[in-house]
């Protein structure tokens, strides 16, 4: 049969009850920092704000009415966005065909964000969290009849789903 000592002395209550809280708090704190990790991930969102549209009257390609539209577009969210397509009135911008044309004039279906020409059918423009981009097309009058004082509807559409539309009046 096993002997006990008669000397050894067992851990305080008080030294226990230390013990026992601060692993609590260690481990609350741990779960907290997890949380917080879990929440950032699921909580991201994509938000554009148009902060200014206008359209001016240029010169004319092909002797037809011409206006340059430009767009300034921020990701106001927390995620990054593409923009895949851009409508006026609710029509795709390349169904306009040679209707629209790039900043300069000179690329018949593009339009250009910033400095770089995007279209051809497709347009695919990410913009980062907090970015801005200045997006500039021309529309030119054609089947698609366009005059002087018409409102349009600008949409631009994301790979989110969301829709940003923003109304611009022609000179």
């Given at each position: ?52 549209a206008y359209a001016k009257a240029e010169n004319q390609i092909g ?69 801005v981009v200045t997006l500039t097309f021309q529309i030119v009058d ?30």
């Amino acid at each position: 049969m096993k002997k006990f000592r008669e000397n050894r002395k067992a851990v305080s209550p008080v030294i226990s009850t230390i013990i026992i809280v601060a692993v609590a708090i260690a481990i609350s704190i741990a779960v907290a920092f997890w949380l917080g990790g879990i929440t950032s991930i699921f909580t991201r969102f994509e938000k554009l704000e148009i902060t200014s549209a206008y359209a001016k009257a240029e010169n004319q390609i092909g002797g037809k009415n011409t206006w340059l539209i430009t767009m300034e577009i921020k990701n106001t969210g927390t995620s990054d966005t593409t923009i895949v397509d851009i409508f006026i009135n609710n029509v795709p911008i390349f169904d306009y065909g040679t209707q629209i044309y790039n900043k300069a004039g000179t690329a018949s279906g593009k339009v250009t964000f910033d400095s770089t020409d995007v279209g051809t059918n497709v347009i695919s423009w990410r913009l980062p969290a907090g970015g801005v981009v200045t997006l500039t097309f021309q529309i030119v009058d054609g089947a698609f009849s366009f005059t002087a004082g018409q409102s349009i509807t600008i949409t631009l559409h994301t790979a989110g789903g969301q829709d940003y539309p923003k109304t611009v009046v022609l000179p």
